[in-house]
C-alpha cells in the first residue's frame, strides 16, 4: 500500500505497509494481538518468536491471520534449538516475512529465500551489516544501545550506527533503539534510514501481552530508569528492579559469567514481562520508556506518531532553505 506521505520509500514497498514503522518482535509481549493491530494500524506487525515453543507460535499466527488482512511477519532468534522448527511452521503456515537475530545470518537466509520470502536481519555493528548483505538480505535493522532487551556489546548508538552504516549498504535500512516519536522518526530518515522499528512503545499498548504491572511500571519510569547489566553474559537493558540491583551488585564485586548465569536462571524474563513480577523478574526495556505516559492502543500510538512527524516536517519547512 503506497501513501503519499512516504512516496518511493523503500521499506513500505518492500513490505506493501502504509508507514514505515516496524513494531519490534519481542519475547512475552508480542504476541497475535499486538502484531495484528500493528499491522491494521498500518504498520508492519512482528510475532515475537523468541519466548514460544512452535505449538504456541503456530497457535498465535493462525490467531494473527483471523485477525488481520494486512502484512505481518515473524521474528526469529537464531540461536535456539528451535529454531529450524520455527522456521518450517512459519513457512507451512504461509508466513513470508521473517526477522532474525542472534546468530548468523548466512544460517538461514539462502533457505528462506529459496521459499520465496523476504528476509530482515537484526545488526549491532556495521561489520555484521555488511555480512548480513552479504548473506542475502533483503534488509536490515541497524539497533543502537538505546533499546530494550538484548544489545550488541560495543554500546553503539543508533544515530552514530546509522551514520556508520548508511553510505556503506545497497539495502533498506530500518533504524532501532531509543525511537519513541514521530519526530524520531523524521530525524532518522533525515539520516537515512527508510524506516524505524519500535519496541518499548508496542510493549507498553493495550494490544500487547505484557502484564499489567509491567505496563504501568514503564508508564512511571524516569530518565535514569534503565541500565545495561549482564554485559559478560549477554547484555540486556533493564528497567531497574530489585533483581537489577543484584545484577549490579555481582557485576561491581566482578561476577564471573557462571555467576551472572546462575542469577539469571531460567524463566525470568517471562516472571517479569509477562506474569508481572516487578521485583524479581527481568523487566527488558529501552532508554526511551520514560516517554510513556500512557497505556495507547496500538492505532493511537501511530496515529499520535504520524501526526507528530507531520508537525515536525512542517517546522523544518519553515525554517527556510539554505
Same mark, same amino acid.
Given at each position: ?168 549498504? &545497497?539495502?533498506?535500512?530500518? /533504524?532501532?533503539?531509543?525511537?519513541? =516519536?514521530? %519526530?524520531? !522518526?523524521?530525524?532518522? #530518515?533525515?539520516? +537515512? ?51 537489577? &540491583?543484584?545484577?549490579?551488585? /555481582?557485576?561491581?564485586?566482578?561476577? =564471573?559469567? %557462571?555467576? !551472572?548465569?546462575?542469577? #539469571?536462571?531460567? +524463566? ?55
Amino acid at each position: 500500500m503506497q501513501n503519499n506521505l512516504w512516496k518511493n520509500n523503500k521499506v513500505t514497498e518492500l513490505f506493501g505497509i502504509e508507514h514505515p514503522i516496524i513494531q519490534a518482535g519481542m519475547i512475552w509481549v508480542s504476541g497475535a494481538k499486538l502484531a495484528a493491530a500493528a499491522s491494521n494500524a498500518g504498520c508492519l506487525g512482528i510475532i515475537g518468536a523468541g519466548s514460544m515453543q512452535p505449538d504456541l507460535l503456530k497457535q498465535h499466527i493462525l490467531k494473527a491471520f483471523s485477525l488481520t488482512k494486512k502484512p505481518f511477519g515473524v521474528n526469529v532468534p537464531l540461536l535456539y534449538s528451535k529454531t529450524k522448527e520455527q522456521i518450517d511452521l512459519a513457512l507451512e503456515l504461509g508466513i513470508k516475512i521473517f526477522f532474525t537475530s542472534a546468530g548468523s545470518p548466512k544460517t538461514y537466509t539462502p533457505y528462506l529465500k529459496d521459499k520465496g520470502c523476504t528476509v530482515v536481519h537484526i545488526v549491532s555493528t556495521p561489520e555484521f551489516a555488511e555480512k548480513s548483505v552479504a548473506a542475502g538480505v533483503d534488509a536490515i535493522v541497524i539497533e543502537g544501545f538505546e533499546a530494550g532487551g538484548h544489545n550488541g556489546r560495543d554500546e553503539l548508538t543508533t544515530l552514530v550506527l546509522l551514520q556508520q552504516i548508511k553510505k556503506k549498504l &545497497k539495502v533498506p535500512v530500518i /533504524a532501532a533503539g531509543g525511537i519513541g =516519536s514521530g %519526530e524520531a !522518526l523524521l530525524a532518522v #530518515l533525515a539520516l +537515512g534510514a527508510d524506516a524505524v522499528q519500535v519496541g518499548t512503545l508496542f510493549a507498553a499498548t493495550q494490544e500487547s501481552s505484557a502484564h499489567k504491572n509491567f505496563k504501568d511500571a514503564m508508564a512511571q519510569a524516569q530518565f535514569n530508569s534503565t541500565f545495561l547489566r549482564m554485559k559478560k553474559l549477554v547484555p540486556v537493558r533493564l528497567l531497574d528492579n530489585s533483581f537489577s &540491583k543484584i545484577i549490579a551488585q /555481582a557485576e561491581d564485586q566482578c561476577a =564471573s559469567k %557462571e555467576q !551472572l548465569q546462575e542469577l #539469571l536462571g531460567k +524463566g525470568r524474563a517471562k516472571q517479569g514481562m509477562h506474569e508481572g513480577d516487578l521485583s524479581e523478574g527481568e523487566l527488558e526495556v529501552g532508554q526511551i520508556v520514560s516517554e510513556i505516559k500512557e497505556i495507547l492502543t496500538c492505532q493511537k500510538l501511530v496515529d499520535q506518531m504520524i501526526q507528530e512527524y507531520k508537525d515536525a516536517h512542517k517546522r523544518i519547512l519553515s525554517f527556510g532553505t539554505p
